[in-house]
């Protein structure tokens, strides 16, 4: 089954869905991450939407950042940067 790509939850095509559609117009997703041992990465239900202007500082990613509006964080990468740490209920947003 296809998934929204920023949440995860079961989408029809492999499109974001509308909640975070919504939310790509407001500057682009984070998505908290954690890898496993093999080095899968795996979504820890967390997500924060950050402005345009403030989620780019690397020239290197800038384009796919735009275009994806869409960016994976790792756990301790998003915990340097200060974002939020929502409690979200893991099954509704496609969580580990």
Known sequence: MPTCYACGIETEFDDPCVECNEL????????????????EMHRTGQMAVVEYEE?????????QILKDRVAYIPIDTWDML????????????GGV
Do not use: C, T, W, Y
Not at 24 to 39: A, P, Q, S, T, Y
Not at 55 to 63: L, W
Not at 82 to 93: A, F, K, T, Y
């Open 82 to 93: 200060g974002l939020p740490v929502p409690h979200l209920d893991q099954e509704s947003i």
């Open 55 to 63: 989620a780019i500082d690397n020239p290197d990613k800038v384009n």
């Open 24 to 39: 790509m117009n407001e500057g682009v997703i984070f998505v908290r991450v954690h890898f496993d041992k093999e080095g």
